[in-house]
C-alpha cells in the first residue's frame, strides 16, 4: 500500500516535461517535486513514495529509494525498469501506454504524405529559392495515397488508430498483430505477426508501431527490407532497434527501397556520422511522434486513475507491467 494523500510526495523526473506544473494547477493537495536531472534525482529519490519517470531512471537509484512504492512511466515503453527487483522490493510498475496513440497515429500519417507529396525536397528547395519545374518522369512525381497499400506492424492502440486515419484517405489497410481475435478494426485484413514477410511485398507503406521486445527487435532486417517494392516506403514511429539499421541504409543507398521517415533510431540522438543524415529520400524526426502539447495532462490522467486504484488496495493498474 502507498501511503495516503496527506502523506504521499510524487517526484516527477524529467528534463523537459512540465509534470509537476501541471500537477500542482490541478490542486489536489498531494506533495510533489521535480527534478530535471541526474545527480538531482539521485540526492532526492529517498523522498519519493512516487516516481513518475522514464529517461533518467538509473537502476542505482534503488538503493536510494527506501520510500519508493510505485513508479508511473511517462511512456509506453518500459524495458529500461528492472521488473525483477522491482518485484523483489514490493515496487509496482506501470506504463504510459495509449497516452500519446492519437499523436503518434498522426505522425505516422503526416510521414507518410510527407513522402508522398515529397515535402522534404520541396522545403529544401525553398531554402534555396528554387521553383522546381514540372516533372516528366512519373516515378519521380509526387503521389495520392487512395489506392495505395498500408502495412501496419502492430495493430495495437497506435496501429489502430493510423489504419483509421489511412482508411480516410482511401487506403487499403493490411495489419499484422499477435493475436486475432481481437478484431481487425478499421483495418481491411488482419494477419498474424508471423505473416510479415508474406505481406511485405503486397505493401506501398510498412508503418511500424509495435513495441521492442526481444521478439520484434530486428524484426525489419535485410532480408524483410529485400522483400519490400522498389517503390515501397518504411516508416518507423516505433523502436529504433526494431529496424537492422545498417541493413536499412544499405538499402536506401541501393535504392533498393524508395525511401524511409524515421520518428527512432537505433542510437538517439542520431550519431551525427549516420549516412541516414545526407539522404535525400529520408525523413527524420528526433523522437518527437508522441509530442504535444497535451501529453503532461494526458500522462497525470494515467497516474491519478493509478493511485486510486493503489488506494482502494486494488490488484490490477491501469498498463501494469510489475
Same mark, same amino acid.
Given at each position: 500500500?502507498?501511503?495516503?494523500?496527506?502523506?504521499?510526495?510524487?517526484? !516527477?523526473?524529467?528534463?523537459?516535461? =512540465?509534470?509537476?506544473? &501541471?500537477?500542482?494547477?490541478?490542486?489536489?493537495?498531494?506533495?510533489?517535486? $521535480?527534478? /530535471?536531472?541526474?545527480?538531482?534525482?539521485?540526492?532526492?529519490?529517498?523522498?519519493?513514495?512516487?516516481?513518475?519517470?522514464?529517461?533518467?531512471?538509473?537502476?542505482? *537509484?534503488?538503493?536510494?529509494?527506501?520510500?519508493?512504492?510505485? @513508479?508511473?512511466?511517462?511512456?509506453?515503453?518500459?524495458?529500461?525498469?528492472? &521488473?525483477?527487483?522491482?518485484?523483489?522490493?514490493?515496487?509496482?510498475? $506501470?506504463?504510459? =501506454?495509449?497516452?500519446?496513440?492519437? $499523436?503518434?497515429?498522426?505522425?505516422?500519417?503526416?510521414?507518410?504524405?510527407?513522402?508522398?507529396?515529397?515535402?522534404? %525536397?520541396?522545403?529544401?528547395?525553398?531554402?534555396? &529559392?528554387?521553383?522546381? %519545374?514540372?516533372?516528366?518522369?512519373?516515378?519521380?512525381?509526387?503521389? #495520392?495515397?487512395?489506392?495505395?497499400?498500408?502495412?501496419?506492424?502492430?495493430?495495437?492502440?497506435?496501429?489502430?488508430? *493510423?489504419?483509421?486515419?489511412? +482508411?480516410?484517405?482511401?487506403?487499403?489497410?493490411?495489419?499484422?498483430? =499477435? #493475436? *486475432?481475435?481481437?478484431?481487425?478494426?478499421?483495418?481491411?485484413?488482419?494477419?498474424?505477426?508471423?505473416?510479415?514477410?508474406?505481406?511485405?511485398?503486397?505493401?506501398? !507503406?510498412? $508503418?511500424?508501431?509495435?513495441?521492442?521486445?526481444?521478439?520484434?527487435?530486428?524484426? @525489419?532486417?535485410?532480408?524483410?527490407?529485400?522483400?519490400? +517494392?522498389?517503390?515501397?516506403?518504411? @516508416?518507423?514511429?516505433?523502436?529504433?532497434?526494431?529496424?537492422?539499421?545498417?541493413?536499412?541504409?544499405?538499402?536506401?543507398?541501393?535504392?533498393?527501397?524508395?525511401?524511409?521517415?524515421?520518428?527512432?533510431?537505433?542510437?538517439?540522438?542520431?550519431?551525427?556520422?549516420?549516412?541516414?543524415?545526407?539522404? #535525400?529520400?529520408?525523413?527524420?524526426?528526433?523522437?518527437?511522434?508522441?509530442?504535444?502539447? &497535451?501529453?503532461?495532462?494526458?500522462?497525470?490522467? @494515467?497516474?491519478?486513475?493509478?493511485?486510486?486504484?493503489?488506494?482502494?488496495?486494488?490488484?490490477?493498474? /491501469?498498463?501494469?507491467?510489475?
Amino acid at each position: 500500500m502507498i501511503p495516503p494523500s496527506d502523506k504521499l510526495a510524487i517526484c !516527477f523526473a524529467h528534463v523537459a516535461y =512540465r509534470l509537476h506544473e &501541471r500537477f500542482s494547477a490541478l490542486g489536489t493537495g498531494i506533495d510533489s517535486f $521535480a527534478v /530535471r536531472d541526474a545527480d538531482t534525482l539521485q540526492n532526492r529519490i529517498a523522498e519519493a513514495d512516487v516516481l513518475v519517470i522514464s529517461g533518467l531512471w538509473r537502476d542505482e *537509484l534503488l538503493d536510494r529509494a527506501e520510500r519508493l512504492r510505485f @513508479i508511473q512511466a511517462i511512456g509506453a515503453g518500459t524495458d529500461q525498469f528492472p &521488473r525483477e527487483a522491482l518485484h523483489k522490493r514490493g515496487i509496482r510498475l $506501470a506504463s504510459a =501506454r495509449g497516452v500519446n496513440a492519437r $499523436a503518434v497515429a498522426e505522425h505516422a500519417m503526416a510521414l507518410m504524405l510527407a513522402l508522398s507529396r515529397r515535402l522534404p %525536397e520541396a522545403r529544401d528547395n525553398q531554402h534555396q &529559392r528554387v521553383w522546381r %519545374e514540372m516533372i516528366g518522369d512519373l516515378s519521380r512525381r509526387e503521389d #495520392e495515397l487512395a489506392g495505395k497499400t498500408l502495412l501496419v506492424v502492430g495493430l495495437g492502440d497506435i496501429g489502430g488508430r *493510423l489504419a483509421r486515419l489511412a +482508411k480516410a484517405f482511401e487506403m487499403r489497410v493490411v495489419g499484422l498483430r =499477435r #493475436e *486475432l481475435v481481437i478484431g481487425k478494426g478499421a483495418a481491411d485484413a488482419v494477419h498474424r505477426m508471423g505473416e510479415l514477410k508474406s505481406q511485405l511485398p503486397e505493401a506501398d !507503406f510498412v $508503418a511500424l508501431t509495435v513495441p521492442l521486445t526481444k521478439e520484434t527487435e530486428n524484426l @525489419i532486417d535485410a532480408v524483410a527490407l529485400g522483400l519490400m +517494392k522498389p517503390s515501397a516506403y518504411l @516508416i518507423n514511429v516505433a523502436r529504433g532497434r526494431v529496424v537492422d539499421e545498417a541493413a536499412l541504409v544499405e538499402a536506401l543507398a541501393a535504392r533498393r527501397i524508395a525511401g524511409a521517415a524515421l520518428d527512432v533510431t537505433a542510437e538517439e540522438p542520431l550519431p551525427h556520422s549516420s549516412p541516414l543524415w545526407a539522404m #535525400e529520400h529520408v525523413l527524420v524526426t528526433p523522437h518527437t511522434a508522441g509530442e504535444t502539447r &497535451r501529453y503532461e495532462d494526458n500522462v497525470i490522467e @494515467i497516474l491519478r486513475e493509478n493511485l486510486a486504484r493503489l488506494w482502494r488496495g486494488e490488484l490490477q493498474l /491501469r498498463n501494469q507491467v510489475v
